[in-house]
């Protein structure tokens, strides 16, 4: 009777050797490794910036063999704005996650999105703020208990969550708009997907990409890590439901095919 191995786990060409600090269960890994896969594939890891925020990801640049620097909370859009203007051949990257970019930078974040900027935005949603310790953030759920809403969120008190991907696909200028998530294997599958296509766009010179990822913060949330992935699905997907808001490029493909 022959014995089954388990392969040994192969770190991807683009991931640093180094120890994570992301606590157990949380997304920020999964996409850290998708990111860095895709840089290689494409070939474009040697020219690569990512512009880490204020947040859990603040070390962002020290897991992916790229150039990187920090940003002022929430102003990663305007330092990846004025790095891709001063060196428009270089592949630049703002990696945000909801304190980041729709609080504090929501101004940030919808004018350069407003203008076209020819970044890639990826934008981890893990519904609070898990730097600081689970505050209710911009995306956190209406009912959602954080340390800052213990009874549940209230809409008709501090708001209603915010939804980034239907905010930006309301303006003119962008040209890829996805969320994504990665609670399971098909879903992360979908979201390499698109890292592949945003970070493809911006290698051909394409516009303004967007993509933003549902993300399990199992520490904050106060669960196991499989119980976490299980709330996305049946929490966080009611308020952020899975969708391409736009792809131009296809789009315009398909308008050229058709005329």
């Not at 020290?62 to 620097?69: C, M, P, Q």
């Not at 009912?143 to 708001?159: A, F, I, L, N, W």
């Not at 708009?177 to 609670?183: A, G, L």
């Not at 010179?205 to 699905?233: D, Q, R």
């Amino acid at each position: 009777m022959s014995i089954k191995t388990i392969p040994m786990y192969r770190r991807p060409e683009g991931l640093s050797d180094v120890r994570t600090h992301y606590c157990p269960g949380c997304g920020h890994g999964i996409i850290h490794k998708l990111i860095a896969e895709v840089l290689v594939e494409l070939d474009i890891i040697g020219k690569t910036i990512i512009i880490a925020p204020v947040g859990c990801s603040v070390l962002a640049y020290k897991y992916i063999e790229v150039d990187g620097l920090e940003a002022a909370h929430g102003r990663a859009p305007a330092v990846a704005t004025g790095l891709k203007r001063a060196l428009p051949n270089r592949i630049v990257i703002s990696y945000q996650g909801d304190g980041d970019l729709l609080a504090i930078g929501v101004g940030e974040t919808v004018h350069a999105a407003n203008r076209g900027e020819k970044i890639t935005v990826f934008f981890v949603n893990n519904a609070n703020y898990g730097m600081t310790g689970g505050q209710m953030a911009p995306t956190s759920l209406e009912g959602q208990k954080t340390t800052t809403t213990p009874h549940g969120r209230d809409g008709t008190e501090v708001g209603y969550p915010i939804r980034a991907c239907e905010l930006i696909d309301t303006l003119v200028a962008p040209a890829y708009i996805e969320r994504t998530s990665v609670h399971n294997p098909g879903a992360v599958k979908k979201t390499k997907k698109a890292i592949l296509k945003a970070l493809s766009y911006q290698k051909e010179g394409i516009g303004y990409s967007f993509v933003e990822i549902l993300s399990m913060c199992p520490t904050n949330w106060g669960v196991e890590p499989a119980t976490a992935a299980e709330w996305i699905k049946t929490d966080m997907l009611k308020s952020f439901p899975l969708k391409k808001f736009r792809d131009r490029p296809m789009e315009a493909a398909v308008e050229k095919e058709a005329s």
